[in-house]
């Protein structure tokens, strides 16, 4: 590898404008990494400093604490794009780990390739999509994920793995569980449909298209997809689940509870009180969502300088409070659904301190 670059190092940055929902105090170093030798200068700071490092994308999935963060943050910066046909009905496309996830959709819908459009308007970069198994309405990441490569934090040597060696599955991966702070995603390689036909099963967006007829209308193509990807993000704003710098809602991490996967026979009695349930594989996914609500949480409701979107029950925001005032919340609504429903939600934003 190359001889690393100098590096800024940055003293004292507040890390809430880093972030979507705005939380959290300051970094003790920061640095803005756009290459391989300026991650590997930055990891070199700070073992040589006896430092701590966390590694930040886009700050959608993130919560700092008030306190901040210790050690060395890093911000991913790798940009490039790259495509190549593979065959007559697959196209490769590498995407570094700082580009914007939701530009490459918007890139890969325009084109007409398959495989992305359902999860249009997520918020954050390429390089979280692989250790979330980042997914959205039926479609996930795993799905068209080729290859992805990595660097090693202390070996600071690159490695790829394959689709399988990732081991993912819902909303997680190897980067997330075993390997987790293991490794730094640099690129990721995904493969895509041309001429492809829109992956669309949730009633919400076929609802959006028209109905089942209107989707049938739509065939496959360049203009279906874009029908797909606007559908998508229609319904999404309608969450305050895209982000707009005019919605006080979009102050948020998204999602902050993971759908519950249950199995069937757990799933029943929900199913009965009239909770939505949809496959996953031989088990169900409830709609973390439906269980807050009828735990007693409604949309809106605010608890000091926190509370729940006006428009989306999964979603926390920040109404001008604390870190503290978010987590406080938020494990309480955890137990009253555990109380009432005997469920643990899983908190998807990571808490780093």
Same mark, same amino acid.
Not at 131 to 140: E, F, H, L, S, W
Not at 152 to 160: G, P
């Given at each position: 590898?190359?001889?690393?670059?100098?590096?800024?190092?940055?003293?004292?940055?507040?890390?809430?404008? &880093?972030?979507?929902?705005?939380?959290?105090?300051?970094?003790?170093?920061?640095?803005?990494?756009?290459? *391989?030798?300026?991650l590997?200068?930055?990891?070199?700071a700070?073992?040589?400093?006896?430092?701590?490092?966390?590694?930040?994308?886009?700050?959608?999935?993130?919560?700092f604490?008030?306190?901040g963060?210790?050690?060395?943050?890093?911000?991913?910066?790798?940009?490039?794009?790259?495509?190549? =046909?593979?065959?007559?009905?697959?196209?490769?496309?590498?995407?570094?780990?700082?580009?914007?996830w939701?530009?490459?959709?918007?890139?890969?819908?325009?084109?007409?390739?398959?495989? &992305? *459009?359902?999860?249009?308007?997520?918020?954050?970069?390429?390089?979280?999509?692989p250790?979330?198994?980042?997914?959205?309405?039926?479609?996930?990441v795993?799905?068209?994920?080729?290859?992805v490569?990595?660097?090693?934090?202390?070996?600071?040597?690159?490695?790829? &793995? =394959?689709?399988?060696?990732?081991a993912?599955s819902?909303?997680?991966?190897?980067?997330?569980? *075993?390997?987790?702070?293991?490794?730094?995603?640099?690129?990721v390689?995904? %493969?895509?449909?041309?001429?492809?036909?829109?992956?669309?099963?949730?009633?919400q967006?076929?609802?959006?298209?028209?109905?089942?007829?209107?989707?049938?209308?739509?065939?496959?193509?360049?203009?279906?997809?874009?029908?797909?990807? %606007?559908?998508?993000?229609?319904?999404?704003?309608?969450?305050?689940?895209?982000?707009?710098?005019?919605?006080?809602?979009?102050?948020?991490? +998204?999602?902050?509870?993971?759908?519950?996967?249950?199995?069937?026979?757990a799933?029943?009695?929900?199913?009965?009180?009239?909770?939505?349930?949809?496959?996953?594989?031989?088990?169900?996914?409830i709609?973390?969502?439906?269980?807050?609500?009828?735990?007693?949480?409604?949309? +809106?409701?605010?608890?000091?300088?926190?509370?729940?979107?006006?428009?989306?029950?999964?979603?926390?925001?920040n109404?001008?409070?604390?870190?503290? *005032?978010?987590?406080?919340?938020?494990?309480?609504? %955890?137990?009253?659904?555990?109380?009432?429903?005997?469920?643990?939600?899983?908190?998807?934003?990571?808490?780093?301190?």
């Open positions: 590898m190359d001889k690393a670059a100098p590096l800024r190092l940055r003293r004292n940055v507040h890390l809430a404008p &880093f972030t979507t929902i705005g939380l959290g105090g300051p970094a003790a170093y920061f640095a803005d990494c756009a290459n *391989e030798q300026e590997v200068a930055a990891l070199a700070a073992a040589n400093r006896g430092l701590p490092v966390h590694i930040l994308g886009g700050g959608s999935n993130t919560i604490t008030d306190t963060y210790p050690g060395l943050v890093i911000r991913l910066a790798l940009r490039g794009v790259s495509w190549q =046909t593979q065959s007559k009905s697959t196209v490769l496309v590498t995407a570094r780990a700082g580009e914007m939701d530009d490459l959709v918007a890139a890969a819908v325009t084109q007409g390739l398959a495989g &992305f *459009e359902c999860m249009s308007g997520i918020p954050g970069l390429v390089g979280a999509t250790i979330q198994n980042v997914g959205a309405y039926g479609q996930d795993s799905q068209s994920i080729v290859s490569a990595a660097m090693n934090r202390v070996s600071v040597q690159k490695q790829e &793995f =394959t689709n399988a060696d990732c993912f819902y909303r997680s991966s190897r980067f997330k569980e *075993e390997d987790r702070g293991t490794y730094i995603i640099t690129d390689t995904y %493969q895509l449909q041309t001429n492809g036909q829109p992956a669309v099963i949730y009633p967006i076929i609802n959006e298209l028209g109905g089942q007829q209107a989707l049938a209308r739509l065939g496959r193509g360049p203009a279906a997809l874009q029908a797909v990807r %606007q559908a998508v993000l229609t319904v999404r704003r309608r969450k305050s689940m895209v982000l707009d710098g005019h919605d006080p809602n979009t102050r948020s991490c +998204g999602s902050f509870f993971v759908n519950p996967i249950l199995d069937l026979a799933a029943a009695p929900l199913q009965q009180r009239g909770a939505p349930a949809y496959p996953a594989g031989n088990k169900v996914k709609p973390a969502a439906w269980l807050i609500e009828h735990a007693g949480y409604s949309k +809106g409701y605010r608890r000091g300088g926190v509370g729940i979107s006006a428009n989306h029950p999964l979603a926390l925001v109404l001008g409070g604390t870190a503290a *005032e978010l987590l406080a919340l938020a494990e309480e609504i %955890q137990q009253r659904v555990l109380v009432k429903y005997g469920i643990m939600l899983e908190r998807e934003p990571n808490l780093v301190s």
